[in-house]
């Protein structure tokens, strides 16, 4: 990359101000941004014995990150289209979740914010244990569901196993529950006023908004691919599994 020696000469904040995304790579190597806004990146590595050159080159990766379209998802086998939900459960949780606690427990603002603040500090963990519980609810109940309806339909069960997996809730009842969760930030938007900040405002209340609109973006667009792709392929599976469970009772 040209000019990486002058960037490293750069004020955190000038580098943050220009792409919020340095903000995520340094929460990534254990920097809170904000505490460090007027030092140099330079010095900021040193202080973390971090190489310079390293940090820009992740930076440099999560911009080039591209996520798969929901056609190219469609086409991908149940088991496949699993994993990456799981993968994506993952990042929400190690980074992104632990990236807005961290600015939004961390950071120190003017006066004018302190309300906001006050309200973020006590909303944002309530939201943060109902999504925590929310994504373990799904992986326990609908992941394990498919995986299971997979092991029948690879005649992994015995008959009268399988039969009483069927009996209970089915992927249709999970899928009409899931769409109930899928406006989980509407409080946080609502507080926030929808993202909206004068031009004048703090870098760090700028990343911090720019974040949270970000991870509401990406959690519309998660559910979009479980209401859309997920569920619509389970219960397709669900039913298959159903007619041969039916095809075996009566050939016995």
């Not at 990486?4 to 000038?14: F, G, P």
């Not at 990406?218 to 691919?225: S, T």
Request: glycine share 6%; hydrophobic share 40%.
């Amino acid at each position: 990359m040209p000019g990486e020696s002058h960037i490293q000469k750069r004020s955190i904040e000038e580098l943050v101000q220009e792409n919020y995304v340095f903000a995520g790579v340094l929460h990534y190597f254990g920097i809170s941004f904000y505490k460090y806004e007027q030092q140099s990146l330079e010095e900021v590595c040193r202080k973390f014995r971090v190489n310079p050159q390293q940090l820009i080159n992740e930076l440099e990766v999560w911009a080039w990150r591209k996520e798969p379209s929901q056609d190219e998802l469609y086409l991908r086998p149940i088991e496949v289209l699993v994993e990456y939900l799981k993968n994506k459960h993952h990042f929400f949780l190690r980074h992104q979740l632990p990236f807005l606690s961290n600015i939004i427990s961390g950071v120190k603002l003017p006066n004018e914010y302190a309300g906001l603040l006050a309200d973020l500090r006590l909303m944002f963990p309530l939201f943060v244990d109902d999504f925590i519980h929310h994504i373990h609810e799904e992986e326990s109940t609908v992941f394990n569901r498919i995986k299971t309806l997979q092991g029948i339909e690879g005649n992994g069960y015995r008959l009268e196993e399988a039969l009483k997996i069927l009996n209970k809730p089915s992927i249709a009842g999970m899928a009409h529950d899931h769409e109930a969760h899928d406006d989980e930030m509407e409080g946080i938007r609502k507080l926030t006023n929808g993202y909206q900040l004068e031009e004048g405002a703090p870098t760090a209340i700028k990343v911090l908004y720019h974040e949270m609109q970000g991870f509401e973006k990406e959690l519309i667009i998660h559910a979009r691919i479980e209401n859309d792709l997920l569920f619509p392929k389970a219960v397709e599976l669900e039913k298959e599994v159903k007619r041969k469970i039916i095809s075996t009772i009566r050939m016995n």
